[in-house]
C-alpha cells in the first residue's frame, strides 16, 4: 500500500482558550512508524484527533498525500484510529467486531469474510473468531481493536495509547508486535505516548511535545543522544542537568550565554576511586557519595560535586550486585569524555524533575 504522508502546517487548537495545540508544523513520511512523545497536556492527543477529524483545528491544515482533509469529516478521511480503551461490542463475536466498517461500507459479504480472516491472521486472533470479548484477556482485546481498524485499510492508522491499559510485561510484547505488523502492512502508523521507553523502542521516527509545540524531531537514536533542549534531555530518558555560563559559543552548539545547560547522561560517566590515576584528555570532577541504589541490571550512583542537584552515575552491573565498590561517604571521581557533554539552550517548557 503508498501513500500515507501527512503534513501539518501551522496546525492551531484551543479550547475554552487555553491554547492545546500553538501552530506546529510537522512533515510524517508515509509508511513510517512515526511518535507522538511529551507528558500528559503537551498537545500530543490533540494534535492525533485533529488528524483523524474528531477535533476541528482554529486555524492551519492538514495535507493528507498532498490534499488538505482539515474540513473533512472522520469517516471521509482513509484514516482509521485506535484508542486505549477498546471500544468493542459486547453481544458481537470477534468476527463480527472486525466485519462491523466493512458492513457500514456495504463491501460484499465474500470479500468481508476474506477481509475479516486476513485481518485476524495478521494480529494472531484467527483461533478465537467465535468468541465475544469479555472472554478475551486485555491484549487479546487489543489485538481484535488492531484488526477492525486495519480491515478497513486505511492508509494511515493512528494510535493514541493503545497499549497503556495492559500490565508491563504484555505491552513490551505488544510493542515489538505492532512494529513487525507496521513493517510487514507499510502503512503510517502515528503513535501517541507519553512512555519514552515505547518511543524509542517502536519507532522510525520520534516529535517530542511540550505545552503545544515540537521540541525536537529526529530518528530515537539521535534524540536520545543528541537532544535539542534541556527539555528533550529531561524527558527522554535520565539526565543530568546543570545550569551553565556559556564563555566560548562556538564551543557549546550555540547555546545563549544566558539561558544554557550542561547535559550528561548517567551512563556516559564512570566512577573511580580518588586515588586512581585519570586518563588524559577526559573531564574529571571530585565528589563524596550520597546514595547507591541497586537497580538489577545497573546500579546508581548519586555523588555530591557541590551543584544544586547530585550528580547521578549510572554503572552496569557486569560484575553482579557488587559491581560498585564504593559506599556513601567516600570521596571518589567521575569521569567522562568530551563528547558526554552537551551544553544546550535552556527549553522554554519546564524541564522534567529526573525520577
Known amino acids: 500500500m ?21 501552530g506546529i508544523d510537522l512533515e510524517i513520511p508515509g509508511g513510517q512508524f512515526y511518535s507522538l512523545l511529551g507528558p500528559s497536556g503537551c498537545g500530543k492527543t490533540t494534535t492525533l484527533r485533529m488528524i483523524a477529524g474528531f477535533e476541528k483545528p482554529d486555524s492551519g491544515r492538514i495535507e493528507l498525500d498532498g490534499r488538505d482533509v482539515a474540513g473533512d469529516p472522520p469517516h471521509k478521511r482513509p ?30 459479504r465474500e470479500e468481508t469474510r476474506k477481509r475479516v480472516g486476513e485481518a485476524l491472521e495478521l494480529v494472531h486472533m484467527s483461533p478465537y473468531a467465535k468468541r465475544r470479548p469479555a472472554h478475551l484477556s486485555g491484549g ?5 481493536a488492531l484488526a477492525r481498524a486495519l480491515v478497513l485499510r486505511p492508509r494511515v492508522l493512528l494510535l493514541d495509547e493503545p497499549l497503556g491499559a495492559l500490565d508491563a510485561k504484555l505491552r513490551k510484547q505488544l510493542q515489538i508486535e505492532l512494529r513487525s505488523m507496521q513493517r510487514e502492512i507499510g502503512i503510517t502508523f502515528v503513535y501517541v505516548t507519553h512512555d519514552q521507553e515505547e518511543a524509542l523502542t517502536m519507532s522510525d521516527q520520534i516529535a517530542v511535545m511540550a505545552e503545544g509545540r515540537i521540541e525536537q ?51 556516559r560517566i564512570a566512577i573511580q576511586a580518588v586515588d586512581d590515576p585519570v586518563d588524559p584528555g577526559v573531564n574529571a570532577i571530585r565528589g563524596i557519595v550520597k546514595h547507591v541504589v541497586y537497580l538489577g541490571n545497573c546500579t546508581q550512583v548519586h555523588v555530591d560535586v557541590g551543584a544544586q542537584s547530585d550528580l547521578v552515575v549510572e554503572v552496569p552491573n557486569l560484575s553482579g550486585p557488587q559491581s560498585v565498590p564504593h559506599d556513601p561517604g567516600d570521596t571518589v571521581t567521575c569521569v567522562c569524555t568530551h563528547d558526554a557533554v552537551r551544553v544546550l539552550g535552556v527549553s522554554a517548557a519546564l524541564t522534567p524533575v529526573p525520577g
Open 79 to 108: 484514516v482509521n484510529t485506535v484508542f486505549q480503551t477498546y471500544a468493542l461490542f459486547p453481544f458481537m463475536t470477534v468476527a463480527e467486531n472486525v466485519a462491523f466498517g466493512l458492513k457500514y461500507q456495504k463491501v460484499p
Open 217 to 267: 524531531v529526529g530518528p530515537p537514536q539521535e534524540v536520545y543522544s543528541a537532544p535539542a533542549t534541556t527539555f528533550v534531555a529531561g524527558f527522554l530518558g535520565a539526565a543530568n542537568i546543570f545550569d551553565a555560563g556559556v564563555l566560548d559559543v562556538t564551543a557549546a552548539n550555540g547555546a545563549p550565554a544566558d539561558g544554557a545547560a550542561v547535559v550528561i547522561r548517567p551512563e
Open 140 to 144: 487479546q482485546q487489543q489485538r481484535v
Open 2 to 22: 503508498t501513500g500515507g504522508a501527512i503534513q501539518l502546517h501551522r496546525l492551531a487548537k484551543t479550547f475554552d482558550g487555553v491554547p492545546a495545540v500553538t
